[in-house]
C-alpha cells in the first residue's frame, strides 16, 4: 500500500468519486451530493495551491483511501475527505491512521498550531478516532473557523498541535 500527494489523474479521480460516495452516502447514508463537494475537482487550486495537501491510498493502482489538509490561515487548518473502505480500517493495514499520520507530519512541518474538522453525528467511529487523536469537540459558537461542510448536522472538532 502506497500514500502519495494527489496529481492530476483522471483514473484516480474517478476512483476517489467511487470512493467518498461509498463512505457518505452507501456506507453512511448521508446523501451528499459530489456537487455539494466541488473541491473534489479542483484539488490543486482549493488544496494544494493554498499551501495544503492532498493524499491518496493506493492498493494495486486503486484509490481506496483519501485525506486532505486545506489551511485556512497560518495557523489553522481544517482536516478533511477522510475516508477509507472497510477493509482496510483497523488491523492489519491501519489505513486510517497511517493517513492521519501523513496529515500530522505535514501541518506540523508547515507550522499549523490547530487542526479543525467536521464529521457527521451519527458517525461515532469517526468521533472515536479523533477523540482518541486528541481532538476535543467543540461548540459551534466557540468554532472560531469558517469553511463549507456538506452535512450540517455535524460535530465540530479541534486539535491544538
Same mark, same amino acid.
Given at each position: 500500500?502506497?500514500?502519495?500527494?494527489?496529481q492530476?489523474?483522471?483514473h484516480?479521480?474517478?476512483?476517489?468519486? &467511487?470512493?467518498?460516495?461509498?463512505?457518505?452516502?452507501?456506507?453512511?447514508?448521508?446523501?451528499?451530493k459530489?456537487?455539494?463537494? &466541488? &473541491?473534489?475537482?479542483?484539488?490543486d487550486?482549493?488544496?494544494?495551491?493554498?499551501?495544503?495537501?492532498?493524499?491518496?491510498a493506493?492498493?494495486n493502482?486503486?484509490?481506496?483511501?483519501?485525506i486532505?489538509?486545506?489551511?485556512? &490561515?497560518n495557523q489553522t487548518?481544517?482536516?478533511?475527505?477522510?475516508?477509507?473502505?472497510?477493509?482496510?480500517?483497523?488491523?492489519?493495514?491501519r489505513?486510517?491512521?497511517?493517513?492521519?499520520?501523513? /496529515?500530522?507530519?505535514?501541518?506540523?512541518d508547515?507550522?499549523?498550531?490547530?487542526?479543525?474538522?467536521?464529521?457527521?453525528?451519527g458517525?461515532?467511529r469517526?468521533?472515536y478516532?479523533?477523540?482518541?487523536q486528541?481532538?476535543?469537540q467543540?461548540?459551534?459558537?466557540?468554532f472560531?473557523a469558517?469553511?463549507?461542510?456538506p452535512d450540517?448536522n455535524?460535530? /465540530?472538532?479541534?486539535?491544538? /498541535?
Open positions: 500500500m502506497q500514500i502519495t500527494t494527489y492530476n489523474n483522471p484516480h479521480l474517478a476512483q476517489l468519486v &467511487d470512493l467518498i460516495n461509498y463512505c457518505q452516502n452507501i456506507e453512511a447514508k448521508l446523501n451528499i459530489m456537487a455539494e463537494q &466541488d &473541491d473534489i475537482f479542483q484539488i487550486d482549493y488544496y494544494q495551491e493554498k499551501g495544503g495537501n492532498f493524499w491518496i493506493l492498493e493502482n486503486q484509490v481506496v483511501g483519501s486532505a489538509l486545506l489551511p485556512l &490561515d487548518a481544517v482536516l478533511k475527505k477522510f475516508f477509507t473502505y472497510p477493509q482496510f480500517r483497523g488491523q492489519p493495514n489505513l486510517g491512521a497511517r493517513l492521519y499520520q501523513q /496529515l500530522l507530519s505535514f501541518a506540523k508547515h507550522n499549523f498550531q490547530r487542526l479543525v474538522l467536521d464529521t457527521p453525528e458517525e461515532t469517526s468521533h478516532f479523533y477523540e482518541k486528541g481532538f476535543k467543540v461548540e459551534p459558537q466557540n472560531n469558517s469553511y463549507p461542510y450540517r455535524s460535530r /465540530l472538532y479541534e486539535l491544538f /498541535l
